[in-house]
């Protein structure tokens, strides 16, 4: 998720992330004050807790200094100290290459970025977009087919988020006003979406470049053609003057975290894109209390203009398309629904450059940070874990209907019509005493009927549309902002970051708005002070949640969870530092977050609570399992179940990045010999006239004045190794 000024872009005029949820929902907190007394557990000790948080679900209450932990490799390098260069720093004995940054030609026939903005709209279809985030490798075989062995030829598919600042991408920057300059409109469009690009190795050595002129390169831009598939298809919430069936789109926006399928194709997850559509005043008034329910659910309130300011540029339909506003005499005349034909997940066949993308709405419409696959398992269904990025709201899981068979390999979208067009999207709900359960998101079931008061939903394809409002009605938990998810491929147990949420109260406060008091899975309340004078409260610094389904089944309804790190400074009090970091590997907002072949754990941050002190960074750690740690009372008097403590052993910072920008998206080559990572908005606080960073080219010429830009990063060990074991 992208930051402005340092501060995760909660209130940011570019991000919808201040879209908190509104529901009154039970907190788990009223719970937790009828069945654990807080002043009976400060009373008994953490001894008195652990009973009641971990009976019936078979964890054992160690100690909080236990390291139970996996067999998994151990971490082999320096860690890296915090610092506030303006270069990616990694340890001794590794070194990276710049693979492709904003504006690179993935043709031949396209001019090298020229460093002053002046290429041309139409070339963006053909180079590199803006905002690097999310990406993942697919081996690519001689043959043209995914080879998930291959290493020395692949496809890298990255996202590319929004129009990072300090505007790099236009000649003299954004141009300021009410309204938007058609040109600069047309490059940003074609700036969003996602790159596929092949790379390779050369003769020697373990880094890679990418393949100019290659037939897979490709731009999947928020232009670009589309069709959804799963329940929602058709719909009349889809039906614009594009598409009067509600069958086809156009266009991926706010491509931020991603996910990949047990088949090989990328999975392209839309976040924040209420950042490019605007909605008139007083089109509540031309709308039925129905619709201005969803639409003020998911941030869309009349008198709305995006921060992009896209419907301004003109009266062609590539521009009128991002106004939600009601203009024709139904919704086939007008793009009143165009709000409702993004948020989805979003399947690219990287091997097929002349295949059409794929909205599955069986996964469910909010702000997708990601979708995660759990091990495909023949005979088994294939199932997905997602996150809503903003305060306040949810985790889902999808269970595809159609059993995992290996044969499926390599089929592209006829896979993905198979296991993601049908099947069940759960919503998870956090308990007390560290059991959980996933409620199903079913029309006619769990109250989600045309009767409901919150909503009346009229179909299943109405509960998917608004599967926030669906949240809201079966009692989901609300997190704190969850993002990146990952499943451990040793022992199955999925792990999801809770960046932060400065909603956060007191426990003995009354909230007002969408204020809410901790919980036991998302329990710190605490005030943080950055650089001596800004105050900070709320949890500044996040978590990282995880569970283990029962029966280690992916598609079980039931599971148990515990808090596996505690984002804090080093030197903050025992219950703000729970999980007990060291300068070797304090860290703030986990954000990016994936398991590699050996089972490390890598985590990314995107911060704005602790940049005085370092830049974003990237982590390894050795992960355990749930139940390895202990009951324990949080900053704010919260009880809560956190993992083993973390040690220089377990978890140490691998890399830090330049200044002011996010660490994002990471993958790596099966043989573990190349790593890549994404550098996001560096320099952001700065603007073109008085840049605060010069990277990538600031990556080996100190004195270099080029613009930022956001950039893909080659990770290798110098002596041609693994990387970190």
């Known amino acids: 998720m992208p930051t402005l000024s340092g501060q995760p872009l909660q209130t940011s005029p570019m991000n919808d992330g201040d879209n908190t949820n509104p529901s009154n929902n039970t ?43 996996n067999d998994s490799p151990s971490l082999s390098f320096d860690a890296v100290a915090k610092n506030l260069k303006d270069v990616v720093t990694v340890p001794a004995g590794y070194e990276i290459s710049i693979l492709h940054a904003l504006g690179d030609p993935l043709t031949t026939t396209d001019a090298a970025w020229a460093d002053n903005g002046s290429e041309s709209a ?19 075989s001689d043959a043209g087919a995914f080879d998930a062995s291959r290493s020395d030829r692949g496809i890298l598919c990255v996202n590319h988020e929004y129009v990072v600042g300090p505007y790099a991408l236009h000649s003299n920057g954004r141009t300021a006003g009410a309204t938007r300059s058609a040109t600069e409109v047309e490059k940003e469009i074609y700036a969003h979406g996602v790159s596929v690009a092949e790379i390779r190795r050369g003769s020697s050595g373990t880094a890679m470049s990418m393949v100019r002129g290659s037939t897979y390169n490709r731009r999947v831009t928020s232009a670009t053609p589309m069709v959804f598939a799963g329940p929602a298809r058709g719909n009349a919430l889809l039906q614009t003057k594009y598409s009067t069936d509600g069958t086809t789109t156009r266009g991926t926006n706010n491509n931020c975290g991603n996910g990949y399928t047990p088949w090989g194709t990328y999975l392209t997850c839309e976040e924040n894109f209420t950042n490019v559509i605007s909605r008139a005043a007083g089109d509540n008034a031309l709308r039925s209390a129905k619709e201005v ?7 869309m309130t009349q008198g709305r203009n995006s921060p992009y300011l896209w419907d301004t540029a003109g009266s062609d339909d590539l521009f009128v398309r991002w106004s939600a506003s009601v203009t024709g005499a139904n919704a086939t005349e007008d793009y009143r629904n165009v709000f409702n034909t993004f948020g989805w997940i979003v399947e690219i066949d990287p091997f097929n450059p002349n295949s059409t993308p794929v909205k599955y709405t069986g996964l469910g419409r909010f702000a997708h ?18 996150g809503d990025d903003s305060r306040n709201e949810y985790i889902y899981k999808f269970v595809s209907k159609a059993l995992w068979d290996a044969a499926d390999v390599g089929k592209g979208h006829t896979a993905g019509a198979k296991y993601m067009s049908e099947g069940t999207l759960y919503v998870a709900k956090f308990n ?17 009927t045309a009767s409901s008061t919150t909503y009346p939903f009229a179909d299943q394809a109405d509960v998917l549309v608004n599967a926030r409002l669906a949240g809201d009605v079966v ?47 998302n329990p710190r309340y605490y ?75 890598w ?17 390894a750690a050795v992960p355990g399992k749930v139940g390895d740690g202990s009951a324990a009372i949080a900053a704010g008097g919260t009880p809560t179940i956190k993992g083993a403590n973390a040690t220089e052993a377990t978890v140490r910072r691998f890399l830090v990045g330049p200044k002011q920008c996010e660490i994002t998206g990471v993958a790596m080559t099966p043989d573990r010999k190349t790593m890549f990572i994404n550098v996001q908005h560096p320099g952001e606080d700065g603007s073109l006239s008085s840049p605060t960073s010069a990277w990538p080219t600031s990556q080996t010429d100190a004195t270099s004045t080029k613009r930022p830009r956001s950039a893909t990063v080659v990770i290798t060990r110098t002596n041609g190794g693994e990387i970190a074991v």
């Open 475 to 521: 009692g989901a938990t609300k997190m704190d902002r969850p993002e990146w998810g990952a499943v451990n491929p040793i022992n199955g147990e999925v792990y999801m970051t809770l960046t932060n949420n400065s909603n956060r109260v007191s426990p003995t406060a009354t909230p007002t708005g969408s204020q809410l008091k901790p919980d036991t899975a």
């Open 293 to 299: 329910t969803a639409l003020n659910r998911y941030g």
């Open 27 to 69: 907190h788990i907190q009223d719970i937790i004050d009828v069945r654990l007394s807080r002043r009976g557990v400060l009373k008994g000790g953490i001894a008195a807790s652990t009973t009641a948080l971990f009976s019936g679900l078979g964890l054992s209450a160690c100690g909080g200094s236990s390291n139970n932990r």
């Open 432 to 448: 007390s005493d560290g059991s959980g359960t996933w409620v199903e998101l079913t029309h006619g079931k769990n109250g989600l």
């Open 527 to 601: 005030e943080d002070i950055k650089g001596g004078t800004t105050s900070q409260k709320g949890n500044p610094n996040g978590h990282i949640i995880r569970w283990r389904e029962a029966g280690g089944d992916p598609a079980a309804t039931t599971f148990a969870w515990d808090i596996y790190l505690f984002g804090a400074e080093a030197g903050a009090a025992a219950d703000v530092n729970l999980s007990a970091l060291t300068a070797v590997n304090d860290f703030s907002s986990p954000d990016g977050l994936w398991f590699d072949q050996n089972g490390l754990l």
């Open 122 to 140: 139409d070339s963006y279809n053909r180079r590199i977009g803006d905002g690097h985030d999310g990406m993942h490798y697919f081996g690519l």
């Open 603 to 619: 985590i990314e941050t995107d911060d704005g609570a602790y940049t005085d002190v370092t830049n974003c960074m990237l982590l």
């Open 369 to 386: 940070e990601g979708c995660w696959p759990c091990k495909a398992v023949a005979g088994k269904p294939v199932v997905f874990y997602m």
